[in-house]
């Protein structure tokens, strides 16, 4: 249902704005179903083994993508290296639940703390 994944969606941007050290990559008027995100501190592959450790599942690249160490498509959207190699791409769907947007908050602060 699209008016529940616009919630999470806006519940997660709210959440990722809270946190130091995130930059949220995604433009303001892309499909609510994908947040791209940097986490600043970290690059891409060990923000996806910490969250993966804690079960949260996120890719660090695009379908369409190589399996390269930056996302081309960040840098060409930021102009940013540091946010094109430790950026993550959050996929939500209608099985996503808000405790599970909780949890990735909650995991994503432990590494911005």
Known sequence: NEVYIRSLHQKLIEGLNMLEGVAINSPLEAIPHIVNLSIMAMPSKE?????????????????????????????????????????????????????????LLKAIAEVTL
């Open 47 to 103: 923000s996806q083994k910490f969250l993966s450790e804690r079960g949260i599942y996120v890719s660090t690249q695009t379908a369409c993508s190589s399996d390269e160490s930056r996302s081309e498509t960040v840098y060409r959207l930021t102009l940013s290296e540091t946010k094109a190699r430790s950026s993550i791409r959050i996929s939500l769907s209608q099985l996503t639940t808000n405790d599970e947007i909780e949890s």
